[in-house]
């Protein structure tokens, strides 16, 4: 489809998807999907759940056109920070969601990977939470949060209120000291 060079101005545009504009907001998914898939891409890393995610970002964007306020923001910032989180979000779900099915005998619960038909050893079983308890505090804390909280470096960042350097640095000595205490 070509594109509208009439709707040049960002003004003009979000004036026109206020107004639930059909034929601006076909020119918003042709200015701006290029762009917006290639940062979900980044995030997943599989085209087409790329793809799927970003029909279901541009529908969040028609719901939510008016939340968007130019005063905080332009529009494709605004617009990246939808894809953005929706493609995080996306890969937390999967996360929560077992790749297996979970089985039980009278002392254990076992997860299995279908994919590969095996289980998966619990933490606590083979002992890693024990070695990650010799960590200093402030670096089991990290290891706790991104290892089995999931959260990402940035969000321990905000969450701990440290400079996301501190955080990345922190994480790698948790690391590099968790290597030596294992070989131990």
């Known amino acids: 489809m070509k594109r ?8 003009v545009l979000i004036e ?8 601006a907001f076909q020119w918003l998914y042709d200015q701006y999907s290029p762009a917006l898939y290639g940062v979900v891409l980044r995030i997943v890393r599989e085209e087409e759940q790329a793809q799927d995610l970003l029909q ?10 008016d939340a968007y306020d ?7 910032t605004w617009l990246l920070n939808i894809a953005r989180n929706t493609a995080i979000d996306s890969l937390r779900a999967r996360k929560t969601q077992p790749s297996g099915a979970i089985r039980t005998d009278d002392e254990n619960v076992h997860i299995v990977d279908r994919q590969h038909n095996t289980e998966q050893p619990n933490p606590e079983h083979i002992g890693i939470r024990e070695v990650v308890d010799q960590l200093r505090p402030d670096r089991k804390q990290l290891i706790d949060l991104v290892y089995f909280g999931g959260y990402t470096h940035e969000e321990a960042a ?9 955080v990345k640095t922190r994480v790698r000595a948790a690391l590099q000291e968790l290597k030596q205490l294992f070989k131990s």
Request: charged share 35%; aromatic share 8%; hydrophobic share 40%.
């Open 158 to 166: 905000d969450e701990l209120k440290l400079p996301l350097g501190t």
């Open 16 to 23: 026109k998807l206020a107004r639930r504009d059909k034929q």
């Open 4 to 11: 509208q060079s009439s709707l040049v101005s960002e003004d």
């Open 56 to 65: 279901d970002i541009f529908v969040k964007i028609w719901k939510s056109l």
């Open 70 to 76: 130019a005063s905080k923001g332009r529009l494709f």
